[in-house]
């Protein structure tokens, strides 16, 4: 085989500048200079997590079971202890981290405790929605909706940047609302959502339940945005009290309508027949309002007769929810509404359901897989099973004994990252990754 002389003078000149690169320096950036000496990031160390007990989030319950995460993902989950865990459970409760798909996350009050945002800097508001993320996350929620604002948009964008600690954001930006737009209109505001980069389309077709309820938008309108969304690949969640908006949203094939105050069972069984998820908001919404009447009067719709009704039907809620309850086979989803005030309270939804008269697992299961499918991520998170992000919690004691327990989260892990644990606080201080904090709620 002959080699021509040319070629062997290109290979030797290749060969040498490949061999100098680390040292000639000469008109590259210091970012192309650094990037010689970066090394290969290692293979991830598995952790290992051993539960006295695992709720899966599919209605299964485990007994001493160890929870492999390597990476961001949940690799094994098997019988038994390691000899040396890295998290011993043994005293608590493993449960998916929690799901709340009703949030208005960048809400807050003002720094003199008023529901209103009228003269604050950009700062203010970016620092509150940093409170309320983390405070959101701490809790246990490792994945919330916001339905919405265009502000989650940004807040999103953070977030998903990993250098701000805060839950997996779904965000609808800016509802649609105006009840005098044309089909035209919705269909093209609906277009230009997804354009934003919004994750659901937030529909309001009803008035407020404090100012009656009533159906604004026509049955027309309410299913050419469905019908839109869905061409667009994007999931509606409908605002709906009437009974009448209910079952409009139902027939437009709408993806899940929150509220459904004024909705009958038999609504309720129809719109459930049809494939369109129910998020009743009750343990979280009005009880925040009422504990925070004083930031809240005279504002928006906040008004003296709006707390009297609100004071008025506490018992009606608590009827109301029992009767939703009598539907067969509904798993209603678990959202809160959570909104100014009830940062990181988001648990007080699922709490409030199970002191009203619903079978505990069934509202865990609700907060985590059947959320998660309603938000179309029920292959990644809401399970502890192998293959799925490691979004993992533990609780202090048994829910399904003591629903309470929800209310003391001792660790939260998300996409593997350990963001509290309060068993072992001193942490370790080499991990870059692990934001460790003992701070009691
Ligand atoms: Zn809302």
């Given at each position: 085989m002959i080699i021509k002389p040319s070629i062997v003078r290109a290979a030797a000149a290749l060969l040498l500048a490949t061999a100098l690169t680390p040292l000639s320096s000469a008109g590259r950036t210091l970012d192309e200079q650094m990037s010689v000496f970066v090394a290969p990031a290692p293979a991830p160390r598995p952790i290992t997590i051993h539960a006295g007990e695992l709720i899966d989030g599919t209605g299964k319950v485990m007994r001493d079971v160890t929870v492999t995460v390597l990476g961001t993902k949940i690799a094994s989950v098997t019988p038994g202890r390691p000899t040396r865990p890295t998290y011993e459970f043994a005293r608590l409760t493993v449960l998916p981290g929690l799901i709340d798909t009703h949030v208005h996350i960048t809400t807050h009050f003002n720094d003199e405790g008023r529901a209103t945002e009228k003269g604050e800097s950009g700062e203010q508001r970016g620092l509150k929605w940093s409170e309320n993320v983390w405070l959101t996350l701490i809790s246990g929620f490792t994945t919330i909706q916001s339905i919405g604002a265009d502000d989650d948009l940004v807040l999103r964008k953070a977030i998903q940047g990993g250098r701000l600690p805060g839950p997996r954001l779904l965000t609808s930006g800016q509802p649609l609302g105006d009840p005098k737009m044309s089909i035209d209109e919705i269909r093209r505001t609906v277009r230009e959502r997804k354009a934003q980069g919004v994750d659901v389309i937030k529909m309001l077709v009803t008035r407020s339940i404090r100012d009656?309820?009533?159906?604004?938008?026509s049955d027309q309108q309410i299913s050419a945005a469905c019908d839109e969304a869905r061409k667009q690949g994007l999931r509606t969640w409908v605002h709906a009290h009437a009974d009448s908006a209910v079952r409009a949203a139902a027939d437009g094939n709408c993806w899940a309508v929150t509220h459904a105050q004024l909705a009958t069972v038999e609504t309720l069984a129809y719109a459930h027949a049809k494939g369109m998820y129910i998020e009743p908001t009750f343990g979280v919404v009005q009880p925040n309002y009422m504990r925070n009447k004083a930031k809240l009067l005279g504002t928006g719709n906040y008004t003296e007769d709006a707390f009297k009704y609100m004071e008025g039907n506490v018992q009606e809620n608590r009827d109301k929810w029992r009767r939703f309850l009598t539907v067969k086979n509904i798993t209603y989803l678990s959202g809160g509404d959570t909104n100014a005030g009830a940062e990181g309270d988001n648990a007080r939804e699922i709490i409030w359901r199970v002191q009203q008269g619903q079978d505990p697992m069934r509202a865990i299961v609700a907060a985590t897989s059947v959320n998660a499918r309603a938000l179309n991520l029920g292959d990644k998170i809401g399970t502890i099973a192998p293959g799925m992000e490691a979004d993992i919690v533990a609780v202090d004691g048994d829910p399904l004994k003591d629903i309470l327990s929800l209310w003391r989260v001792r660790f939260v892990m998300k996409g593997g990252v350990v963001y509290k644990d309060l068993e072992n606080c001193a942490g370790d201080p080499l991990a870059r990754s692990a934001v460790v904090t003992c701070s009691r709620r």
């Open positions: 009656g309820g009533g159906q604004t938008w």
